[in-house]
């Protein structure tokens, strides 16, 4: 029982002691300043390409999306005659 108390305790104080050395620099008021940046670039943009492409990809996806429905709703009110 001992043993394992101290085993315990040992692992305890490792996981303690490394978390330390992990942080992680905070990276909110280099991102706030970013996007409360008034320079003309929509906040959507504002991300760099990354945001860019995602937005474009989104888009087309859409725009293709709205053609393929607006084609099945045509095939279906017009069925073709045999």
């Known amino acids: 029982m001992l043993r394992n108390l101290l085993a315990l305790r040992q692992i305890s104080q490792r996981t303690l002691s490394t978390t330390a ?6 990276k909110v008021p280099e991102k706030q ?22 937005y474009r990809f989104t888009m087309a996806l859409t725009v293709l999306g709205t053609g393929y429905v607006v084609y099945e709703l ?4 017009l069925p073709k005659k045999k």
């Open 74 to 77: 045509v095939s279906a009110a």
């Open 33 to 54: 300043k970013m996007f409360q940046e008034d320079n003309g670039i929509p906040v959507h943009l504002k991300g760099g390409v990354s945001d860019a492409l995602l």
């Open 21 to 26: 050395r992990r942080q992680v620099q905070n």
